[in-house]
T-cell receptor, first 113, second 113 residues
Framework: GENVEQHPSTLSVQEGDSAVIKCTYS??????FPWYKQELGKRPQLIID?????GEKKDQRIAVTLNKTAKHFSLHITETQPEDSAVYFC????????????FGQGTRLTINP | NAGVTQTPKFQVLKTGQSMTLQCAQD?????MSWYRQDPGMGLRLIHY???????DQGEVPNGYNVSRSTTEDFPLRLLSAAPSQTSVYFC????????????FGQGTRLTVV
């Protein structure tokens, strides 16, 4: 089955700097890659996603890139703000079929003022 | 607009006890799933369902049972609680085909003593 590895497990950046979180997946059939943000004590919520037919997607300060050949995808946050502090999870699934959503281990991002 | 509702929010069980975690959604989503969240291990899939009457195992199904008699409800049963099942449990639902946002419940913090 699918296995998703996420790095780093913790990341600390200065406010205003950029943050990058990387994930690799094992199943070449996976074609949908969402990112979820979980604030302390809250439920995970979708922040951005990408399908395998595109290489990059942006939404304001957040972008995701996908390299299908290398089977890895990354989350980029620019101009970080204190409210970006949270745990971020990447995930992978196959759009057709069983639709299981398999998550990475999570990255705790801390923005230092 | 309730979304995904989990009950209870907190529970303490003694080893060997059984209980059912409830999950209900009002969005007419076909797909529902249960995850457990442990420090450093991300969100691990326990069981999932692609529609009423259909369930399947995820990554960590042992010790848990599920059923899906209606589209709205997807209860998770712990048959004989063990300390290793101490965790935060999340229920999630999404529309049928993959590539859509998963909506999470608020979580159930379970402690087995």
């Amino acid at each position: 089955g699918e296995n998703v590895e996420q790095h780093p497990s913790t990341l600390s950046v200065q406010e205003g700097d950029s943050a990058v979180i990387k994930c690799t997946y094992s199943d070449s059939a996976s074609n949908y890659f969402p990112w979820y943000k979980q604030e302390l004590g809250k439920r995970p919520q979708l922040i951005i996603d990408i399908r395998s037919n595109v290489g990059e997607k942006k939404d304001q300060r957040i972008a995701v890139t996908l390299n299908k050949t290398a089977k890895h995808f990354s989350l980029h946050i620019t101009e970080t703000q204190p409210e970006d502090s949270a745990v971020y999870f990447c995930a992978a699934s196959i759009i057709q079929g069983a639709q299981k959503l398999v998550f990475g281990q999570g990255t705790r991002l801390t923005i230092n003022p | 607009n309730a979304g995904v509702t989990q009950t209870p929010k907190f529970q303490v069980l003694k080893t060997g006890q059984s209980m059912t975690l409830q999950c209900a959604q009002d969005m007419n989503h076909e797909y529902m799933s249960w995850y457990r969240q442990d420090p450093g291990m991300g969100l691990r899939l326990i069981h999932y369902s692609v529609g009423a009457g259909i369930t399947d195992q995820g990554e960590v199904p042992n010790g848990y049972n599920v059923s899906r008699s209606t589209t709205e409800d997807f209860p998770l049963r712990l048959l004989s609680a063990a300390p290793s099942q101490t965790s935060v449990y999340f229920c999630a639902s999404k529309k049928g085909q993959g590539g859509t946002e998963a909506f999470f419940g608020q979580g159930t913090r379970l402690t087995v003593v």
